[in-house]
């Protein structure tokens, strides 16, 4: 399998619940990143990790919880998540982590928050 | 602060005309600028990437252009075809910082 996967797709939960996105990159990337897309709303930036480290915090509420346990894997811990929080959340890979190369998305976890 | 600005919000085109998308950027220290693409229910694909001493680049029937003193950029797209609807999103890197700043995109529709 090639490029940039996430999983699931879809997926609903209430505001009590804890649930992960996962994202992985079989581009042998050194970079990954969380994106929100919020509808009505520019795209926003949430995490970067270079090689492992997390090097970028765009003041993100602590309900959210990146994990990047190697190069190739990012997870976004979710909990006790409020309804706003219910967006497409995009995960990307490059090759350096100060955006001169390009990025490549996943193709989104489209998240609910009843 | 830095803010990217996309008009117009959506365009609808015929088949095979010539078109052109619009980005403005308010800080004119940046260092690239990018056109993503990005289909219903997918994630963004990566367009054209402009480094900050770049006047264009191209690909296929693509042509991004940057203007950096003005703040502006365009996507020239050639010969519309059906395939090409979708949003298009334009994003900037400002200068000492490591992030993208993006624009609420351009919806696009060629009709058949």
């Known amino acids: 399998e090639t490029g940039v996967t996430q999983t699931p797709r879809h997926l609903v939960m209430g505001m009590t619940n804890k649930k992960s996105l996962k994202c992985e990159q079989h581009?042998?990337?050194?970079?990954m990143y969380w994106y929100k897309q919020s509808a009505k709303k520019p795209l926003e930036l949430m995490f970067v990790?270079?090689?492992?480290?997390?090097?970028e915090n765009n003041s993100v509420p602590s309900r959210f919880s990146p994990e990047c346990p190697n190069s190739s894997h990012l997870f976004l811990h979710l909990h006790t998540l409020q309804p706003e929080d219910s967006a497409l959340y995009l995960c990307?890979?490059?090759?350096?982590?100060?955006?001169?190369?390009?990025?490549?998305f996943g193709p989104g976890t489209r998240l609910t928050v009843l | 602060k830095q803010e990217v600005t996309q008009i117009p919000a959506a365009l609808s085109v015929p088949e095979g005309e010539n078109l052109v998308l619009n980005c403005s950027f308010t800080?004119?220290?940046?260092?690239?600028l990018q056109w993503f693409r990005q289909d219903p229910g997918k994630g963004l694909t990566s367009l054209l990437l402009?480094?900050?001493?770049?006047r264009e680049q191209t690909s296929g029937r693509l042509n991004a252009s940057l203007d950096k003193s003005s703040g502006r950029s365009t996507l020239y797209i050639a010969a519309s075809q059906p395939g090409d609807s979708a949003t298009y999103l334009c994003?900037?890197?400002?200068?000492?910082?490591?992030?993208?700043?993006f624009g609420k995109g351009t919806r696009l529709h060629i009709l058949p």
């Open positions: 994003a900037v890197r400002p200068l000492g910082d490591d992030k993208i700043i």
């Open positions: 800080d004119s220290a940046i260092y690239n």
């Open positions: 990790y270079s090689l492992e480290e997390r090097v």
């Open positions: 581009l042998g990337h050194n970079a």
């Open positions: 990307a890979s490059s090759q350096g982590v100060d955006f001169t190369d390009t990025q490549y």
């Open positions: 402009i480094q900050s001493s770049q």
